[in-house]
């Protein structure tokens, strides 16, 4: 049984997690919607305003997956919170548990750090709910999720 180790994502990762965030997209259905670049993991997980940290699972001593998050932040707890982006592990090390040890590493920072809560997001469609329910975690039905891009953002924008 190989070893899986779970460590934190130095900038030399940079590429890699590109690399699996464009795995993930793959899966996805959206091959062609990645439009970050090596230089952007780089300023933005380890420049002077560093917005995610990343944690990379390994198996032997070779990348197969990681966990990229950020902070946010409860009104009604009065606390931080952690939000996966993304969890991403490659298909052939999937059945040595890297996604429920990277996630119990990400439980482990949110605990250490006083967060009252780690969320996250799933396709509808993506058989990974069910491993997300196994975990614990709780689907939010009655929470509906909204975003804002593109030209209505930068529309918006204007109003301000």
């Given amino acids: 049984m190989p070893t899986v180790t779970i460590r934190p994502a130095v900038e030399a990762d940079a590429a890699t997690i590109l690399g699996f965030v464009r795995e993930l997209a793959e899966f996805e259905r959206e091959p062609h919607a990645v439009k970050a670049t090596v230089d952007d993991v780089r300023r933005d997980g380890w420049?002077?305003?560093a917005v995610f940290e990343?944690?990379?699972a390994e198996l032997d001593g070779v990348p197969v997956g990681f966990a990229l998050t950020f902070r946010n932040y409860s009104t009604w707890e009065g606390r931080a919170g952690l939000f996966v982006e993304d969890l991403?592990?490659?298909?052939?090390a999937r059945k040595y548990g890297v996604g429920r040890t990277l996630l119990a590493a990400v439980a482990r920072r949110a605990v250490e750090r006083g967060c009252k809560r780690v969320d996250l997001s799933v396709l509808n469609w993506n058989p990974a709910r069910g491993f997300y329910d196994r975990?614990?975690?709780k689907q939010m039905e009655e929470w509906l999720p909204y975003r804002l891009t593109g030209e209505a953002l930068h529309a918006l924008a204007k109003e301000a």
């Fill in 54 to 56: 990343a944690l990379m």
């Fill in 88 to 92: 991403y592990v490659q298909p052939h």
């Fill in 47 to 49: 420049g002077p305003d």
């Fill in 135 to 137: 975990i614990g975690f």
